[in-house]
T-cell receptor, first 113, second 110 residues
Framework: DTGVSQDPRHKITKRGQNVTFRCDPI?????LYWYRQTLGQGPEFLTY????????KSRLLSDRFSAERPKGSFSTLEIQRTEQGDSAMYLC???????????FGSGTRLTVV | SQQGEEDPQALSIQEGENATMNCSYK?????LQWYRQNSGRGLVHLIL?????REKHSGRLRVTLDTSKKSSSLLITASRAADTASYFC??????????FGTGTSLTVIP
C-alpha cells in the first residue's frame, strides 16, 4: 500500500454541474477524513468516517455535498450544482483509531468556471 | 472554523539558519501536531506532541508545547532549501478530527 490516493488530481467544471471525487485510504486505516483547503488557508474539516459510518459532518458541508464510504474502504465526495465558491483543493486523509497523525492524499483541485 | 493560528504568516531565512514558527490555539487539547505542505500537494505529518509533554525532538525538528499559554512552537535547525514549504499546526481536542491553523509559509534561500 503506497498511501492515500485521490482521483482525479484536477477537475474543471462549469457552474451548476455535479462532480464526484474518489479517495482510497491506507487499507489498515479505519478512519477517513475529507478536508477542503482554499488558497492561503489551512485545511477545513468537512466530514469523517469510521469504517462505513459517517460520524461527523461540518456545517461547511451544505446540502449540496454528500460523502459515502460504502464498504468501509474507498470514499466518494459528491458536490451537486457546483458554485464558484466551491473552487478549492479537496483533501482526503486516513488514520487508525487512537493517537496518531493523518496520512494525506495529494488532493483534488476543483475549479468551477 | 480554524482552531489555531500560526505566527509569523511568512518567514524567509538563509540556508543553514534556524527557523522558528509558533502556533496558538483556543481550547484544551489532547495533542498537537505539525504538518508540512509543499506547494499544491497534500500535507505530510511531521511530529505529534501530547498535552502532557513539554518538548519533543525528531531529527532537525524540535517542538515545544505550553498548555497554560495554549501555544506551541516548531523549530527547524540548520534549514535547507528543501524545507521550503508551508507549515501547519493541528489540534486534537476530541480524539476525532483535527483542526488546522492558518499556516506559516517558510522560504529557505540557498
Amino acid at each position: 500500500d503506497t498511501g492515500v490516493s485521490q482521483d482525479p488530481r484536477h477537475k474543471i467544471t462549469k457552474r451548476g454541474q455535479n462532480v464526484t471525487f474518489r479517495c482510497d485510504p491506507i487499507s489498515e486505516h479505519n478512519r477517513l477524513y475529507w478536508y477542503r483547503q482554499t488558497l492561503g488557508q489551512g485545511p477545513e474539516f468537512l466530514t469523517y468516517f469510521q469504517n462505513e459510518a459517517q460520524l461527523e459532518k461540518s456545517r461547511l458541508l451544505s446540502d449540496r455535498f454528500s460523502a459515502e464510504r460504502p464498504k468501509g474502504s474507498f470514499s466518494t465526495l459528491e458536490i451537486q450544482r457546483t458554485e464558484q465558491g466551491d473552487s478549492a483543493m479537496y483533501l482526503c486523509a486516513s488514520r487508525s483509531t487512537g493517537e496518531g497523525g493523518y496520512t494525506f492524499g495529494s488532493g483534488t483541485r476543483l475549479t468551477v468556471v | 472554523s480554524q482552531q489555531g493560528e500560526e505566527d509569523p504568516q511568512a518567514l524567509s531565512i538563509q540556508e543553514g539558519e534556524n527557523a522558528t514558527m509558533n502556533c496558538s490555539y483556543k481550547t484544551s487539547i489532547n495533542n498537537l501536531q505539525w504538518y508540512r505542505q509543499n506547494s499544491g500537494r497534500g500535507l505530510v505529518h511531521l511530529i505529534l506532541i501530547r498535552s502532557n509533554e513539554r518538548e519533543k525532538h525528531s531529527g532537525r525538528l524540535r517542538v515545544t508545547l505550553d498548555t497554560s499559554k495554549k501555544s506551541s512552537s516548531l523549530l527547524i535547525t540548520a534549514s535547507r532549501a528543501a524545507d521550503t514549504a508551508s507549515y501547519f499546526c493541528a489540534t486534537d481536542n476530541t480524539g476525532n478530527q483535527f483542526y488546522f491553523g492558518t499556516g506559516t509559509s517558510l522560504t529557505v534561500i540557498p
